[in-house]
C-alpha cells in the first residue's frame, strides 16, 4: 500500500477520497496557503504542461507538477485564466500609462507598452484580404469602366466597414469583465486527481519545460510568478492565452536550464485565428523579482525576529534553569548542613551517654567501695567485741 500523500492543504489531497479543489483568486490560495509557507518551498517544480483545450473558447491552461519534499509523491496544478464578472469593468478598458490615444482599434486590447497593430490576415476576414487584392488590380487595368470602379470602391467601404465594426467588437468583449484567475490542485493518482488528468488528456499538448532533478522552482516561487502575472492584466477575459504564453515564457527566462519539449501548434489562436497579445514577459519578470526579493527579505526578517524570539526564550529558560539549580543547590547544602549538625547532635548525646554511662559505672563502683567498707568496718567491729568478751 502506497503511503499517504503529506498533509500540506494548497498542493495535495487524500488519495481515497474528495475532489479537486479550486481556489480563486490565485492571491488567496497564495496569501493563505503558500505564500510564507517553509514547507511548500521544499516542494519543487519538476515539470510544466501547457494545454490548449479543444472545445469552446479552446481555452489554454498550466499544469505543474510538484514533489513533495520526500519526492515520493506527486502534486497536480493546474492554473488557468477564465471569465470573471462581465457586470464588473463593463464598457472600460485597461488603465494605461500614457495618455496618447491608441494608433488602431486594437491596440487597447493588445495592452501598454507595445506597437501599434494592424488586424490582418487570418485575424480580418478573408474576403477583404481577397477584395483588397482585386481592388487594386482593378485600379491599375486600363480597361476599367467608371460604373465598375464604383462600385468596387463601394464594396471595399462596406468590407472596411465590417472589419472596423468585427475589430470594435473584439475589442469590446475582450476588455470587458474581470479576469478570474483560478488554481486547481489535488494529489498525482488520487480519485481527487482523476478529472484534472482527464480535461490535459482531452486537450491539445503545446509544450512543456522539464526541469533538471531538484533544480526546479519552489512552490512559492510558481505562487509568486502566478500572482504578478494576474495582477498586471486583471481586466480581460479572453487573455488567458495571454496568461499561459506569458508565465510560461517567464518561467524559461527566470529558471533556465530546462528542456523544453515542443511541437507545431496552434497556441495563442482560436479557431485557427491569432488572438494578438501584448508581450509582458519583461515586466512580469521585473515584478517577479521584486515581489519575491521582499518575500525572501520578509521571510528573513521574520525568521531573525523569530530566531531572536526564540534566543530569547532559551536565554530566559537557561536562566530559570539556573535559579532552579541554585535553589536546588541552596536546598542541598541546607540539607546537609542540617545533617550534619544532626550528626553533631547525636555525637554530642553520644558523649553524654557515654560520660552518664561512666559516671554511673564509678558511682556503682564508688558505691561497691563504700559497701565494703562497711562490711569491713562491721567485720572489724565484730572481732573487737569477740576480744573484748574474752578477756572478759
Partial sequence: ????????????????????????????????????????????????????????????????????????????????????????????????????????????????????????????????????????????????????????????????????????????????????????????????????????????????????????????????????TSALEPMNRLMNYWFAATVFEALKCLFPGAKQDFKKHNGGRWRWIWIPHKSSVDAVCEKYDKAQTALDAEIEEERRVEQEQEEARRREIEELRAAAEREREQRRAAEEGARIAEERLRIVKEGVRIAEGERDRERQAAEEEIAKLHHLRRELEALRAEASTGQA
Avoid at 510538484?66 to 470573471?84: C, N, Q, W
Fill in 1 to 228: 500500500m502506497a503511503p499517504r500523500p503529506p498533509e500540506i492543504p494548497g498542493l495535495f489531497t487524500n488519495y481515497e477520497k474528495g475532489r479537486p479543489i479550486a481556489m480563486t483568486p490565485i492571491k488567496m490560495w497564495n496569501e493563505t496557503l503558500i505564500r510564507k509557507n517553509l514547507i511548500t518551498r521544499e516542494c519543487l517544480v519538476t515539470k510544466v504542461h501547457w494545454y490548449k483545450g479543444r472545445e469552446s473558447t479552446q481555452r489554454e491552461f498550466l499544469r505543474f507538477d510538484i514533489s513533495s519534499p520526500d519526492k515520493v509523491h506527486t502534486a497536480i496544478l493546474i492554473a488557468e485564466r477564465g471569465a470573471g464578472d462581465s457586470s464588473k469593468g463593463k464598457g472600460t478598458t485597461e488603465p494605461t500609462d500614457t495618455t496618447t490615444p491608441p494608433a488602431n482599434p486594437t491596440d487597447s486590447v493588445i495592452g501598454l507598452g507595445i506597437p501599434s497593430v494592424t488586424i490582418t490576415p487570418p485575424f480580418a476576414s478573408p474576403d477583404v484580404a481577397s477584395d483588397s487584392t482585386a481592388s487594386s488590380a482593378d485600379e491599375t487595368s486600363p480597361n476599367i469602366a467608371r460604373g465598375k470602379s464604383a462600385a468596387t470602391d463601394r464594396k471595399k467601404k462596406l468590407k472596411a466597414e465590417g472589419s472596423s465594426r468585427n475589430a470594435s467588437y473584439l475589442h469590446s468583449f475582450i476588455s470587458r469583465g474581470l479576469a478570474n484567475d483560478e488554481i486547481v490542485h489535488a494529489t498525482l493518482d488520487s480519485i481527487a486527481g482523476v478529472p484534472m488528468e482527464r480535461k490535459c488528456k482531452n486537450s491539445d499538448f503545446i509544450s512543456a519545460l522539464t526541469f533538471p532533478k531538484d533544480a526546479g522552482p519552489s512552490t512559492n516561487q510558481i505562487a509568486t510568478l502566478l500572482v504578478v
